[in-house]
């Protein structure tokens, strides 16, 4: 029994939070902003965490580059043939991309070049192409766009087609047959699927070459050995495994994460010193309260317990108003300007929204940072001041 919540000590708590309501909304509202923007900082990382991930679970294994004069060129196919015969190769797929500088808006569009008879490289590509007929975007000289592109075309009244410039200064006119949407963001937001044939046009190409070749293997521990083997046969080759790419993302993330990093520690430390001055000691008519308290046959537990109440509400308020402004800034609004700082200030990218991913570690983290240190900072005071004699406190 002793243990269940004390209503009448509840509601003394309420009463002394309104009767300094001035200070106390300025405490909440200082603790909700703290918790909001660490709450920012926690969901943007976790969903571009998870988008991150996500991508790299579909990078293939390993990725053979051309490479001339140190820059990366055009690769002939016929090698793919002694690829596949290696020990080990599941397969050889030559790939067909690039990137295409849109004028108008300052971005870059992804394009990939799809052969719907040849296996592709990543699953989506089949789902992609299943739901989109390819011989008649070959027939109707269409492509299949994602989302962001839409967008993108459509704000520069580009509804129904779309002028490539070639490398030699022509134009290419292909119609638009289709939106796709992906479950990751970060592949289908600026990406404009096509023919294989209309993509080696589009980026002066010829027939017998790709951009890239990737190779599937079918035991992931001899992917090192197989990279080796290729790297020897064609030394004039760049050979990249799944793991480098996965190192070079996470690089990255690492990087953009010291950033948040940064002001993850300075969100903190102005906690802290709310924290501090708060855990100093109470004001002279607090500890006067207290000595009254005492007088009038309250025991120090109960006091603390009152304490508790106070700070209780105050901090369990300030984190649920955080984590809802953070979920409303993060994922409803976007995130503007923080998410930047992952994605980069640069125009030369399409929109990207941040999928929602909500952690429950991250909510019992953030909870555990805010609400127990501020509780602590009030009740260790009040014990001070609850312990010493009645008559003292009064005087």
Known sequence: MKNK???????YAINSLLRQKFKNIFILIIFTLLTSLLASIFFISNSIKHELDTTLKTLPAITIQKLKAGRHYDIDIDVIDEIVNIAGVQDAIPRVWGYYYFVNMGVNFSIIGIDEYENQYKD?????IEENDFSKALENNSMIIGEGVQKALEENYYK?????????????????????????????????????????????????KATDIVVKVANPEEILTIASKIKLMYPDTRVITNKELEISYQNIFDYKGGIFLALFIISIFTFFIIVYDKASGLSSEEKKEIGVLKAL???VEDVLKEKFYESFIISFLGYIFGVLIALTFVYILQAPLLSNIFTGY???????????????????????????????STIVPAWRSATIETDKVLR
Do not use: R
Request: proline share 4%; no cysteine; charged share 20%.
């Open 5 to 11: 919540i004390n209503l009448y000590l509840m509601e």
């Open 160 to 208: 129904e087609y779309f002028n490539f410039i070639k490398p030699d200064g022509t134009f290419v006119k292909v119609n638009i047959g289709g939106v796709f949407k992906s479950s990751l963001q970060l592949e289908s937001n600026d990406t404009i699927l096509l023919p294989k044939e209309l993509a080696l046009e589009i980026f002066g190409m010829e027939e017998n």
């Open 346 to 376: 640069s125009e030369l990218k399409t929109s990207f929204e941040l999928p929602f991913v909500l952690d429950i570690n991250t909510l019992f983290l953030i909870f555990f940072l805010s609400v127990p240190i501020y509780i602590a």
């Open 124 to 128: 989506s590509l089949n789902k992609i």
């Open 297 to 299: 046959g309250w025991k």
